[in-house]
């Protein structure tokens, strides 16, 4: 349990020039090891943006088990999830300078996960449509 608050903690306090990312996941040696232009994007990584990816993550997530499951709100849970993945990629592509300092592959990865939201989303939709889905 305290290990859970204090990634929390360092979360909401991260206006005092902590990283978000770097707390959580990366040492400040790592950090600094970053180039230039990848440590920067990771700097100032909007805190709402890590909202915004969970929301994608648990609610593809419950989809998949409300999927499995053969309930009806999957629909509406992957269109959650789809709107979220558009959300975050979205500014990453149009509002950074992430596509210049990762590269192809931050693009390429970016476009994989949308599709699958998007197949995600259709296919409940066409599963909900064949009755499939109570």
Known sequence: MN??????????????????????????????????????????????????????????????IALLLRKSWAVPVFLISLAAVIVQFGHSMLMTNAVEVMGTSFVVMSVVILIIAAFLYYYSKQCMAKGWLS
Request: proline residues 5%.
């Open 3 to 64: 290990h859970l608050h204090h990634k929390l903690r360092i979360i909401c306090h991260s206006n005092k020039k902590q990283y978000n990312y770097g707390n959580v996941t990366m040492s400040p040696e790592a950090m600094a090891a970053l180039p230039d232009g990848h440590r920067e994007l990771v700097e100032t990584f909007p805190t709402w943006k890590y909202v915004v990816f969970a929301i994608a993550v648990v609610t593809g997530t419950l989809g998949s």
